[in-house]
């Protein structure tokens, strides 16, 4: 039996531009280590104004992280857009995947955010298919 579970979700940023790079940089750091100390991996992506993140890992660490991140101020209007069991990890060589800033994926994180109401399966799928091609 395996407890392997996920969560996704897409945020609103709310730290000032012009610092975001040095606030990212931080948050990526803080995370590797305690993702690796967790058996946590993922990845997270910033269009300038939104996060995206998956995290993947036993239902426990999960948790324990959901409540951390879910309390940052340095983000708001947290949307999950996944959460729950998974069969195998989709990022399993990544503590925390992180490619830097992709101005261009904006709109389509508007996209499957907005679409999430209608068709849960496809943002799913969408948001998953964005985070691997650009976190590596
Ligand atoms: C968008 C975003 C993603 C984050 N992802 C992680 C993560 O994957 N792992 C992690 O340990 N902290 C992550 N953090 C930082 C946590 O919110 C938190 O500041 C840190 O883990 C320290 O936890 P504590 O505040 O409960 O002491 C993230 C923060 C933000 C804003």
Known sequence: MSDLTCWMYI????????HAAQVIDAIVAISRGRNAAL???GALIFSGDM?????????????ELRASITRDVRHREILTMADGEQNRRQFADWSLAYSGTALFV??????IRAARASEPYNSDRDLRRLLGELAL
Do not use: C, K, N, W
């Not at 945020?11 to 012009?18: G, V």
């Open 51 to 63: 996060f995206a993140q998956i995290i993947e890992g036993p239902a426990e660490a999960i948790a």
């Open 11 to 18: 945020s609103t940023a709310t730290i000032p531009r012009a």
């Open 106 to 111: 904006a709109r389509e994180l508007d996209r």
């Open 39 to 41: 058996e946590v991996t």
